[in-house]
């Protein structure tokens, strides 16, 4: 197993009181696993990328484990995440867009990145010149501006950058969003082809657009305000999903084929609750079509068969 | 309207527009963001122009909007050039013709509360109306995009959601009795569970008679709404036609390129990997797709000669020399 997080709660430090933007967070990735994390803007799902790597000043650390390839990774610890951070754990940024210093050249960029983790840009340099023909950039670009390349190039860059160190877990939050759909497909399927070549072992990609994650993705997460809602193979999620959220989640995408004339898709009624001071139990529960008193509660995010978890005190091992 | 009198009168004529930006320090290289674009657009017509960034969909509608200046061609309005519109008439113009844009945090301002931008319309346009009528209407006009008025007004911007001020937005648009809105990319931003609430309202209006410029990258919203599908690139059309005859015989090898890769929940992606595409903006005699085209009959002519938009069955135009 690559990664195992246990009951992972971060909570954001406001004047107002704590944002409880990530709730006892279960779950564990298989070796060469890409999951997908999907969800709503504000649900948490970049909380859970960013407190895998880097705890901001605003975030609080209040409880879980996380255990990557064995060894335990001290994430409230910032310094000692130094020895982790790249070269362990990495993260493709969101707007990977702004994520270079404009001031500098990227080829001394990269040099002071790879100086700074004590190791030779020189010996590493031919390694990062193969992948960057792997991605379809030329050595030129060494020499270039940030501002000089297109946004595509820019996304490219990045992931060669962020994945450089061979890291076992790469986390990609949010990197397809702003292309272009040929441009997505291709930065998508190099993703897999860099799982595929092992410069990571395993990975987790953020993003709130499903079809995407059905492309690329192993298994796939779904997060509702802060807490886990279901995680199964991508088939499982997309086809046979269980839980209510998922549910109407999937039934809201409008796909190539259906006019509104023909079939009027609906959305969810109601938004999501403020996660400053969330109602008690399950979060959807206001907008839940099938919720009831015992929603009161939190239910348990349960195994209801092979790798396919669940949190819903409606569904339950029978209903399989 | 019945669905057989609709579509009948032309609202917009576009006829071979322009817009030619000048680049460079000094300006002495030129960029064409919109080259030799015309279609019609009939009332009570959902229009759904799609492209990738680049494509000049923008450019269109702010066109149409007359936030930016035609190069060259005309647009027609009911039969009238609105590039002659004047003070008085161009404000007319607007009480007809109403843009909502990607970005709703973005479109007000975020000092003041947000129902301001209904009291700007007031002063410009409704000087006359009582008060009290004026707030019935703004509240009609918040139930018909379906917000709760209560809960709406009188907030900051920050307090609302996107898919809320969008909507709000949308509402601002609709106190005009408008005929005509320039969509531009508007559910982009918004969260999967609202951006359908928002494309069904946009239907609903339609059904009541409005004409709808749909400016999307996203093909399966574009397919979803839309009567009429523009497919541009680089500035030209690809392709247009009805939408079901775009979508299910695509004929422009961009088209069906751009139809292959877009990801879906009831398909997989095929295995062919598409390569990065190459951004040149070197001005072209011939077909701006040749780069990157796949047509096994590409040759000398496609460099050389822009091809023309050609009619390959009733209401579906292909800008390809070898589709026939």
Redesign the interface.
């Known amino acids: 197993m690559s990664l195992s997080v246990e009951n992972l709660t971060v909570y954001y430090q406001t004047l107002q009181g704590p944002v409880r933007a990530l709730e006892n967070a279960c779950f564990s990735l298989a070796d060469g696993e890409i999951m997908g994390l999907a969800g709503?803007?504000g649900c948490g799902k970049t909380t859970l990328g960013l407190s895998l790597i880097y705890l901001s000043e605003r975030m609080r650390y209040i409880q879980g484990k996380v255990v990557l390839s064995g060894t335990d990774i001290p994430i409230w610890d910032h310094t000692k995440m130094d020895t982790y951070r790249y070269k362990y754990i990495s993260i493709i940024p969101q707007y990977a867009m702004s994520a270079m210093n404009p001031t500098r050249k990227i080829g001394k960029m990269v040099h002071d990145l790879i100086s700074a983790r004590c190791i030779d840009f020189e010996k590493i340099k031919p390694e990062f010149l193969r992948r960057l023909g792997l991605?379809?950039l030329s050595e030129d670009i060494l020499s270039m501006y940030p501002i000089e390349l297109?946004?595509?190039?820019k996304q490219?860059m990045v992931m060669v950058i962020s994945s450089l160190l061979n890291p076992e877990l790469l986390i990609a939050d949010e990197i397809t969003s702003a292309l272009?759909?040929?441009?997505?497909?291709?930065v998508?399927?190099m993703l897999v082809e860099f799982r595929n070549r092992k410069f990571l072992n395993s990975m987790i990609v953020i993003t709130?657009?499903?079809?995407?994650l059905?492309?690329i993705a192993d298994s796939i997460l779904v997060m509702y305000a802060g807490q886990l809602s279901e995680k199964g193979p991508k088939e499982e999620i997309?086809e046979n999903p269980l839980h209510p959220y998922t549910k109407?989640?999937?039934s809201?995408?409008?796909?190539?084929?259906?006019?509104?004339n023909e079939k009027?898709?609906?959305?969810?009624p109601g938004?999501p609750p403020l996660l400053l001071n969330p109602p008690e139990g399950c979060r959807f529960r206001d907008r839940c079509p099938v919720g009831f008193e015992k929603c009161k509660e939190v239910p348990p995010f349960i195994r209801i068969k092979d790798n396919h978890y669940v949190a819903c005190w409606k569904v339950s091992k029978k209903d399989v | 309207m019945s669905p057989a009198g609709r579509f009948q009168k032309k609202m917009f004529k576009l006829e071979n527009i322009s817009k030619v930006y000048k680049i460079g320090t000094f300006g002495g290289k030129e960029l064409v963001a919109v080259d030799d674009v015309s279609f019609d657009i009939n009332t009570g017509e959902v229009i759904a122009l799609i492209g990738?960034?680049g494509s000049g969909k923008t450019t269109i509608g702010k066109m149409i909007l007359r936030l930016i200046d035609i190069s060259s061609g005309k647009i027609l309005f009911n039969g009238k050039d609105i590039s002659k519109n004047k003070s008085r008439e161009l404000k007319e113009y607007y009480r007809n013709v109403q843009g909502v844009f990607q970005d709703p945090f973005s479109s007000i301002n975020p000092i003041f509360k947000a129902d301001r931008i209904f009291e700007t319309i007031k002063v410009e346009f409704y000087k006359d109306v009582p008060p009290f009528e004026w707030n019935n209407k703004i509240n009609e006009a918040l139930l018909r995009v379906g917000l709760n008025p209560e809960h709406i007004l009188d907030k900051y911007p920050h307090q609302l959601?996107?898919?809320q001020l969008q909507r709000f937005l949308i509402a601002r648009a609709l106190l005009l009795d408008i005929d005509f809105l320039v969509a531009d990319e508007i559910i982009s931003m918004l969260?999967?569970?609202?951006?359908?609430?928002v494309?069904?309202l946009l239907?609903d209006l339609r059904e009541a008679g409005l004409s709808i410029l749909f400016i999307t990258?996203d093909?399966?919203?574009g397919?979803?709404?839309s009567d009429k599908t523009v497919i541009l690139y680089k500035g030209r059309i690809a392709e247009i036609g009805k939408?079901?005859k775009v979508?299910n015989n695509p004929l422009h090898p961009y088209t069906r390129?751009?139809?292959e890769?877009?990801?879906?929940?009831?398909k997989?992606?095929d295995q062919k990997?598409?390569?990065?595409?190459k951004?040149t903006i070197e001005p072209s005699n011939g077909c701006v797709y040749y780069d990157r085209c796949t047509h096994p009959k590409k040759n000398e002519q496609c460099l050389d000669r822009k091809p023309g938009l050609l009619e390959i069955e009733k209401d579906h135009f292909v800008n390809c020399w070898h589709i026939k």
């Open positions: 709503e803007s991605v379809k297109s946004g595509g190039m490219r272009d759909v040929s441009t997505q497909k291709a998508a399927e709130h657009d499903i079809s995407v059905y492309q997309i109407l989640l999937i809201s995408l409008p796909k190539i084929g259906m006019k509104i009027r898709l609906s959305g969810i938004k | 990738e960034s959601s996107g898919g969260d999967a569970s609202t951006r359908i609430d494309l069904n239907a990258h093909l399966s919203l397919y979803y709404i939408t079901e979508f390129m751009l139809l890769s877009v990801p879906q929940i009831n997989r992606w990997l598409v390569s990065f595409k951004t």
